[in-house]
Structure formats: structure tokens, C-alpha cells
């Protein structure tokens, strides 16, 4: 498999300066290889070290702060359905986020700092979790409602992902793994020791300063993991 292309999303524990283009008519953009002085030079997460690792022609990260799996189902399948993003080409690679997140869809704007993608990645926003309008959501609505959404969206995601045979591979920020739908997709997730990130990131002491991100290093040894993974399961450029 040639890997041309990489679609990242997730939440805090992916996020990075979205950077590149999606593949159109043109092959896309990946900031590592044709700007670097650009802010997303500086790989900031497993996902940016991966790309910079593998070097796709085209590399977008849809990973929003904060947020939960529905962005994280959504924004992967609509960059699928809208680009050439072509099933023998193209690598997708995910951290499952929080399932007690909720994400509220929202018209395009700029008020959730959290969101990096323009509008013409994607036409849509989401509201920044904490703002007014969303605690007003958050109000009627109840926790288990949050968490039916959340497998919800995963299932669509490992559904639309295994039916139209795009090959992916994801991280979980926490040890999800009692979880019967992470078990379903056990053979697609990457082997972390403690099978989470924070645990595995906190097991060899790269935790950052707020005490629940990974650090840099942390994230580099997150990729490395993954980037092994991959290798073994796709055969990248062989």
C-alpha cells in the first residue's frame, strides 16, 4: 500500500494546527513537505508525528479540543465522501474521545477556538463546549443520551470505515477496551501498553504539566507505537 493520503480527527489527545489540503483534483497538501516554516512544521501530536514519519502527499487533522466522537465520526466521513480520497491510497487514523462529550452541530463560524478546519474543508462548526449555548444543550440532556451518541457515532464510523475498506487504525485517549464496539475493532487498534493513551503516556512518565495530556515525547512515543502497527499491517510504500 502507497500512502498518499492521511485524514486524522480526534479530540485534545490528536489535535494540532490542521495545516495541508485534502486530495481534489490536485494531490493535496502536507505542511511537513511544502512549508516549513508553517505552524504545523513542529509535529504537536501522535498524528502529526505519524505524518511527518510516513509523508503523505496530502495530510488534514480534523481533532478538535474538547470534543467528543460524534465530530470524530463526522468530520472523517464527510472529508471521505467530499474528497478523492481513494480507499487504496489513503490512511485514517483516530483517537476515541471521552464518551460522556457532548457535540453540538452548529452553521460555520469562528467563535469554538477549538476548530482549526476553514469553511471550505467543511461548512460546519460545533459550539464550544462550556459556552452558553451549549450548557443550555447540556441541561436537557442526559448523560446516557451522551454516551448512546458517542457508541453511535463510533459504530457509523468503524461501519462506513470497514464497508467502503479505507484502512485505518486509532488510538483511545483512556482504556476503553471493556467496551464491546472497541473489542469489535480490537485488531485496528494500536497495542498500547496500559491501552490508553494517557495510561500507557503516564506509565513512562510523559505527562504534561496540566496531568492528563501527553507531553511531546509522549506523543512521539505514542506515533512510534502506531507507526510500527501500521507498518506491520499495511506495508506503507511496499
Known amino acids: 500500500m502507497r500512502i ?14 490542521i495545516g495541508g489540503l485534502p486530495p481534489t483534483e490536485s494531490i493535496g497538501g502536507n505542511s511537513f513537505r511544502e512549508d516549513p516554516d508553517y505552524q504545523c512544521s513542529v509535529p504537536k501530536s501522535w498524528a502529526s508525528f505519524l505524518a511527518k514519519q510516513i509523508d503523505p502527499d496530502s495530510f488534514i487533522n480534523c481533532a478538535a479540543g474538547s470534543h467528543g466522537n460524534h465530530l470524530v465520526s463526522k468530520t472523517i466521513v464527510d472529508c471521505l465522501e467530499k474528497f478523492n480520497y481513494q480507499s487504496d491510497n489513503t490512511l485514517v487514523i483516530f483517537n476515541v474521545s471521552d464518551m460522556a462529550r457532548l457535540d453540538i452541530e452548529t ?46 457515532s463510533l459504530k457509523r464510523l468503524f461501519e462506513y470505515l470497514k464497508d467502503n475498506e479505507y484502512p485505518f487504525v486509532f488510538v483511545c485517549m483512556k482504556d476503553y477496551t471493556d467496551m464491546p464496539l472497541i473489542q469489535q ?40 507505537l502506531a507507526y510500527n502497527f501500521i507498518h506491520e499491517k499495511y506495508n506503507p510504500g511496499e
Not at 498518499?4 to 494546527?17: M, R, V, Y
Open 107 to 152: 452553521a460555520y463560524n469562528t467563535d469554538n477556538d477549538n476548530i482549526h478546519w476553514t469553511q471550505a474543508i467543511l461548512d460546519y462548526s460545533f459550539l464550544k463546549p462550556k459556552s452558553l449555548q451549549w450548557r443550555q444543550h447540556l441541561l436537557d440532556t442526559e448523560v446516557e443520551q451522551i454516551e448512546q451518541q458517542s457508541v453511535r
Open 185 to 224: 475493532y480490537q485488531d485496528h487498534l494500536v497495542p498500547l501498553p496500559g491501552n490508553g493513551m494517557y495510561e500507557f503516556c503516564n506509565s513512562i512518565n510523559r505527562i504534561s504539566k496540566d496531568d492528563f495530556h501527553p507531553d511531546p515525547l509522549g506523543h512521539q512515543a505514542v506515533a512510534e
Open 4 to 17: 498518499k493520503n492521511i485524514l486524522a480527527s480526534g479530540c485534545s489527545f490528536t489535535q494540532d494546527a
